[in-house]
């Protein structure tokens, strides 16, 4: 026997998360962007099965490739049925192998310096937000500091000093990581000062709660969505200054694939090789641009108002 409340449609009922993705596939740029991760993903994760099918790896040079000055021969940089983007110019190396593998740099360097900004934002924002007086001063002063600091010029400056024991990429993703905390914290300062005076914290601090509880147990959870789509859209950034650190020579050491580098490379053969410098800022543009496309998305689904208000020309 079924109910009243059944009849009204219980069973029915789109859930928090079908009505997430139905607002997400009803956006074309979240489309687009969450496919093109998939694939950038995918391509890193089957990095070495997708250029063995290619039949090179990006490590093995083809001299047989280049003509006598060194840049590839042939058209369009040396593509051909066994290069599919061509070549790199003096070494013969395969740039679809380069480009494949130097996905692996991009996604592993710039999630993962996203993960360290935002472990440190959230614990700094929260404790700023919710403490409030001298702690959220000395916070807020820190994050003014590191917020302000060239942080490009001391990375490259630690790049060139660092001991050769330190593993570049560990030490890569520490430094983007650190310089990259201010903007979450600010944001999660912000939305714990709304927080911390809701009903359902301050039921908990009456009911014996601790800090930590009411931190990490009432506040982070309601924070959990704001967390989300801040670091989906910082991580195009953190890739960017990856490859800006690979550009300058200051990167991921060869002869490791890095999109950067090769762009940095790239340039001196543009001229006679411009294959060289498309196929890896092609890849660059596309991974940021999907991140970019995608964040924005995943944040006006999960609060539709800031669309509504973003096409009113009120936001954004």
Do not use: C
């Amino acid at each position: 026997m079924t109910d009243g409340y059944a009849d009204a449609g219980v069973t029915d009922r789109v859930t928090g998360a079908r009505s997430l993705l139905r607002r997400l596939r009803a956006d074309p740029g979240a489309v687009f962007g969450a496919v093109t991760i998939a694939v950038f993903v995918l391509a890193a994760i089957f990095a070495p099965v997708i250029t063995m099918v290619s039949g090179h790896d990006p490590y093995t040079y083809d001299l047989d490739a280049l003509d006598a000055t060194g840049a590839p021969a042939g058209f369009g940089g040396g593509i051909s049925a066994r290069h599919w983007f061509g070549v790199e110019p003096l070494t013969g190396r395969d740039l679809f192998a380069i480009v494949v593998h130097g996905s692996r740099t991009s996604l592993v360097v710039g999630i993962a310096a996203t993960v360290v900004s935002v472990v440190i934002g959230v614990v700094v924002g929260l404790l700023a937000g919710y403490f409030g007086g001298w702690t959220d001063r000395i916070l807020g002063r820190t994050a003014d500091v590191v917020f302000g600091f060239p942080g490009l010029v001391f990375m490259i400056a630690l790049g060139a000093i660092v001991p050769a024991w330190l593993p570049k990429p560990v030490l890569i993703v520490v430094v983007i990581g650190f310089f990259g905390w201010p903007g979450i914290a600010r944001v999660v300062r912000s939305q714990t000062l709304v927080l911390k005076d809701r009903n359902f914290v301050i039921a908990s601090q009456i009911a014996g709660g601790g800090t930590a509880h009411v931190l990490f147990r009432q506040l982070l959870p309601n924070l959990a969505a704001t967390v989300i789509v801040f670091a989906t859209i910082s991580i195009p950034g953190k890739i960017g200054t990856e490859a800006a650190l690979s550009f300058l020579g200051v990167g991921v050491p060869p002869p490791t694939p890095a999109w950067g580098r090769s762009i940095g490379e790239a340039i001196g053969w543009v001229g006679t090789d411009p294959m060289f410098l498309i196929f890896p800022g092609a890849a660059l543009f596309l991974i940021t641009l999907a991140f970019n496309l995608f964040g924005d998305g995943l944040r006006d689904a999960l609060d539709p108002r800031t669309a509504v208000t973003a096409r009113a020309g009120i936001g954004r």
